[in-house]
């Protein structure tokens, strides 16, 4: 049985347009229920960040990564902490 854990990642994206729903979309599509969520937009001394707190299983959590840094707009994908959800 797949037990799912709480992942924190943290995106650095360009100032590209509708990057943040693609975000959102791909987390749902992989089966990783968002539970918290934070844009900063990009402005003309930084890119953009992307906080995202999700639930899933460890092989879901892995592919939503992967997939993640590869959509348009995303320049990095940083990993947080991970913790059992009771």
Known sequence: MHHPHVHHLELTVADAPLVLDRIVSL??????????LRFDAADR????????????????ARIASRRLAALPGVLAVAHGGLAAVA
């Open 27 to 36: 987390c749902r599509a992989r089966r990783c229920a968002i539970t918290a």
């Open 45 to 60: 001394h930084r890119p953009g960040r992307v906080r995202v707190t999700f639930e899933a299983d460890a092989r879901h």
